[in-house]
């Protein structure tokens, strides 16, 4: 199966509201207002457009990817929110291309770290941790084997705080 990943078009958006609503449809732990949190970022000043990806299998959208711009004390890093692929194609390997893309591109970009809250069994394949181990602490009350992170690259920056997300994570 041929998987390719490009950055995500305007002529997209609808297509990938209704991907991401039917990802979540029956998640474990989700509002169902995962859609709307990606309409609401795409007009947000923490929108980044190279880092909203899509994964295309024979000519259709089946996956998607968001990373946009928090703050920790006075670094921009990012967020991992949401990843969303479409039923049938789970566990093909389509999330894993989407953060390896992302990641690279947010490398390239000259970002150090990327947080997300999700599945403990799920991110650390990819090199998440516990964002408490980098002194990173979320807003709001969760797990830490939930809320995660990853160094980006290997230089000597090192971040500690407090994540502030864009509000329309909290609308």
Same mark, same amino acid.
């Given at each position: ?7 995500? &078009?305007?002529? !997209? ?35 980044? @457009? ?10 259709? +959208? %089946? ?18 929110? @949401? &990843? $969303?692929?479409? @039923?049938?194609?789970?566990?093909? #390997? +389509? #999330? ?15 970002? !150090?770290?990327? %947080? %997300?809250? #999700?599945?403990?069994?799920?991110? @650390? ?23 995660? $992170? ?6 000597? %920056?090192?971040?500690? #705080? ?10």
């Amino acid at each position: 199966m041929q998987i390719n990943i490009r950055q995500e &078009l305007e002529k !997209d958006f609808d297509k990938v509201e209704s991907l991401i609503k039917e990802a979540f449809l029956n998640a474990e732990h989700t509002d169902n207002n995962e859609h709307i949190l990606v309409k609401n970022l795409r007009k947000s000043e923490a929108f980044i @457009p190279q880092l909203s990806l899509v994964a295309i299998v024979n000519d259709n +959208i %089946v996956g998607h990817i968001l990373f946009t711009k928090i703050k920790i004390n006075n670094t921009t890093q990012l967020a991992l929110a @949401p &990843l $969303a692929v479409l @039923p049938k194609y789970q566990k093909m #390997g +389509i #999330g894993k291309k989407l953060i390896e893309s992302g990641h690279k591109i947010a490398r390239e970009m000259c970002y !150090d770290f990327s %947080v %997300v809250l #999700g599945h403990s069994n799920y991110y @650390p394949k990819f090199g998440y941790k516990e964002a408490k181990i980098f002194g990173i602490k979320a807003p709001f009350e969760v797990s830490s084997e939930n809320f995660m $992170a990853i160094k980006l690259n290997d230089n000597n %920056v090192n971040v500690s #705080g407090i994540v502030e997300y864009a509000k329309e994570f909290f609308e």
